[in-house]
């Protein structure tokens, strides 16, 4: 199984980035998927979770409205748009798979969220 992340970086606040991961070794299709993200002292946290086909979505509390979670089943791809920034969200975004009693975690991409 292997995670790959990408579409990080620094924007002002307001402003909006899409992370992506890439997903291979597994059947990609058939497990639900997760962004989770971990800011500087604080503990890992779930941000969102897409159903194995799309048809069900949750989100923290702290990004409903402005980030949405995706998929492209041919693509093998997960991904993530977030809108109307803040400083607040800055964090090492990460992608995440559970499958067969089994965690596994990409490499992370950094969101830096600052004027």
């Known amino acids: 199984v292997q995670l790959v992340e990408s579409g990080g970086g620094l924007v002002h606040p307001g402003g909006s980035l899409r992370l992506s991961c890439a997903a291979s070794?597994?059947?990609?299709?058939?497990?639900?998927m997760s962004w989770y993200r971990q800011a500087p002292g604080k503990e890992r946290e779930l941000v969102a979770t897409?159903?194995?086909?799309?048809?069900?979505?949750n989100y923290a509390d702290s990004v409903k409205g402005r980030f949405t979670i995706s998929r492209d089943n041919a693509k093998n791809t997960v991904y993530l748009q977030m809108n109307s920034l803040k400083p607040e969200d800055t964090a090492v975004y990460y992608c995440?798979?559970?499958?067969?009693?089994?965690?596994?975690w990409g490499q992370g991409t950094q969101v830096t969220v600052s004027s």
């Open positions: 897409i159903t194995s086909h799309g048809g069900i979505t």
């Open positions: 070794g597994f059947t990609f299709s058939s497990y639900a």
């Open positions: 995440f798979v559970k499958r067969a009693s089994q965690y596994y």
